[in-house]
């Protein structure tokens, strides 16, 4: 390995010894496990994602088994899992791998990038472990050890920033063994590199590592510059039908929670047109937050205890249901854990 950089071979004498081999996506260099995991974990960490990613390829074992599939079960399978563009795009580039390109994965990073839903650093890892394509990847874990070693300063979301790490990141990645490459940078930033407590004494990169030389771990990377984070407010209507059953509604694909199923939502003191005409026993649960990445939502859920069974005109868009397993649709985080508590 001597022909290697010195900071690749460091990594990857590290790997060899310590690396994480056993993951459920590293038993196979077929692209489509690989792309399925780089997705989940995009937004997860390693422990959430293994048990969704075991129930999602035992539902689609293959991009063909996906692009059959509704995106109401895709989206049944994903639920738990949040970021549910990441569901819709996997589903979406599924049918475009099977009906446009004949079936055949892109292996190259450009090609890969036209895919909805993978990244810049997503179709690097893909082309780098499943078709040796001297690729580089920048997720979280890979900015962080990037930051740190090269002692790169500011936050890594500025478009400076980022474009320094990418020249970093394309400078390192060796054209030999660059699978495994891939595999230990990703490992010793979600190892040994973690975000609070690096274990610098056990790290093979110890020695060139400007901020562990210069004691400044601390100041790498650079922290996102303050801002104020805006709350929205909505209030969810609940209906239940004297036999119990509880309605959903599908929300539209493209905005927040796009194709999932959800309670009816108005504002306050407000009901929707098409729900106008509803008589029940009403009653205002607990309120409570749920956070998005850019902002809060205050949920305010209300409880309609319905006088007449009620049934909706559009059949397709809406689902009546008696329990939480019963029904293979895609539901929000909030409308699972309210169902909970009402079943
Ligand atoms: S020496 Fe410490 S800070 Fe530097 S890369 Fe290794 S674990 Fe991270």
Redesign the pocket.
Known sequence: MSHLPEFANNLLSWFDQHGRKNLPWQQSTDPYPVWVSEVMLQQTQVATVIPFYEKFMLAFPDPKALARASLDEVLHRWTGLGYYARARNLHKAANIIINDLGGVFPSDQADLMRLPGIGRSTAGAIAAICFNHQSAILDGNVK??LA??FAVSGWPGKKSVSDRLWAIAEANTPFNRVADYTQAIMD?GAT??NKSL???HR????QS?I??QTTT?NEFPGKKPATTRPTRSTCMLILRNPNGAIMLERRALNGLWGGLFSFPECARNELPDHLKNIQGTVTWLPSFKHGFTHFDLDIQPILVQLNEPFRQLEESQTRWISSLQENKIGMTGPVTRLLAGLF
């Open positions: 962080r050890v740190r070693c010793l040994l590199c690096p274990d610098c790290c093979p990169l110890q590592c901020a562990f771990i």
